[in-house]
């Protein structure tokens, strides 16, 4: 009997891509595998009966500064990895009293970050060559976006990830330690969310409008009238609601006269804000999903900054810095850079 040598074929190799949109449904089976797994490791982490994974994973892809990483294999997804970046450090465009809070409220320096939301592989899959090119793209691209650094959780349980970040030049910074309650469906629960002042019974305009308050004393802000001021939604030349790219509301960006700390109206009793900023296409301009707005221009009065107005007493506003072909100068960061006018000195007397 002649012995028969069957060839063997070659196992296909893993390749890796950005997701999209469109893989959404593909993706939501991982990501409720992991959501399990999670919860098998957890008993905090309780995982919502008939959540939507699919839709979550759409809004994940979806929202601006989040990427999924997807592993794949004879063009079937076997693994993905969600990255997300933020800044700790309050955007430059922020009222000034929002960024003195900011200040008060975090002793450590800002850090620009990447955050590892989760990776997930299917089991048959995680080996060491298809989890490092996973982790190793991850890590290239929050290089590109000059993080300063990347946080991530591990399960206590995986050594072999432990032992891949630490080659990778990863540090352990903290050990978590969890311990759950279960908590009587009908207990009196005392409420966890910080407090907020009452809001007058006052009469929304309209829908989507907001009651303001005195950013110092945080009392309803009243017109001259005794009226409550409300800041509206912006809407566009056909009066529809001016959605940014992540499709929410844009609020108009309001003026702060800084010798008051406080939000300018003017003779009409009517809030002044700063343009909102639109590049050459008359598009508006964003960045980091934030609709972006004019900076006001600044005087010295008696040796303290004050707003500058013109001639007819209207605001003035800073232009931005173009380049040769029209586009708007940004920094590095992505921010418009503005012109900075002739600051005026004046002293009264």
């Not at 993080?147 to 030049?169: E, F, H, K, P």
């Not at 966890?192 to 989507?208: F, G, I, N, S, T």
Request: overall charge negative; glycine content about 4%.
């Amino acid at each position: 009997m002649t012995a028969v040598t069957m060839p063997i074929a070659p196992i296909a190799p893993y390749s890796h891509r950005l997701a999209t949109a469109t893989d959404a449904k593909a993706i939501a089976p991982l990501w409720q595998a992991f959501a399990q797994e999670r919860e098998s490791i957890d008993p905090s982490m309780l995982v919502k009966p008939n959540f939507d994974f699919e839709k979550y994973v759409t809004s994940q892809i979806e929202k601006p500064l989040s990427f999924c990483w997807l592993l794949e294999q004879n063009n079937s997804i076997i693994g993905c990895l969600f990255i997300y970046y933020y800044d700790e450090a309050p955007p430059a465009n922020l009222p000034e009293y929002l960024i003195q809070q900011h200040h008060i409220e975090n002793p450590f320096q800002s850090r620009r970050v990447g955050s590892v939301l989760g990776m997930y592989v299917q089991p048959e899959h995680r080996k060491s060559e298809a989890i490092q090119m996973l982790a190793k793209t991850a890590i290239a691209h929050a290089k590109t976006m000059k993080v300063s650094d990347i946080d991530l959780l591990i399960a206590a349980d995986q050594s072999g990830m432990q032992a891949m970040l630490q080659r990778a030049g990863f540090t352990k910074a903290a050990v978590q330690y969890t311990r759950h309650y279960d908590i009587p469906t009908d207990a009196e629960l005392p409420s966890l969310h910080p407090p907020h002042p009452e809001l007058p019974d006052v009469e929304l305009p309209a829908p989507r409008a907001i009651a303001l308050r005195h950013p110092q004393t945080n009392e309803l802000l009243r017109n001259s009238q005794g009226e409550p001021v409300f800041l509206m939604p912006l809407v566009d030349e056909q009066g529809e609601l001016l959605k940014s790219s992540s499709g929410q509301n844009v609020y108009p960006e309001l003026l702060l006269d800084p010798a008051t700390n406080s939000w300018v109206i003017d003779a009409e009793d009517k809030l002044v804000a700063c343009p909102i900023l639109r590049d050459e296409n008359g598009q508006v301009v964003e960045n980091q999903g934030l609709v972006q707005f004019s900076r006001p221009a600044y005087q010295i009065v008696d040796g303290k900054p004050a707003l500058m107005r013109d001639e007819t007493g209207n605001y003035v506003f800073c232009d931005v810095e173009l380049d040769p072909q029209g586009k708007i100068l940004k920094t590095p960061d992505g921010f418009a850079i503005f012109k900075q006018p002739q600051i005026q000195i004046r002293t009264y007397a």
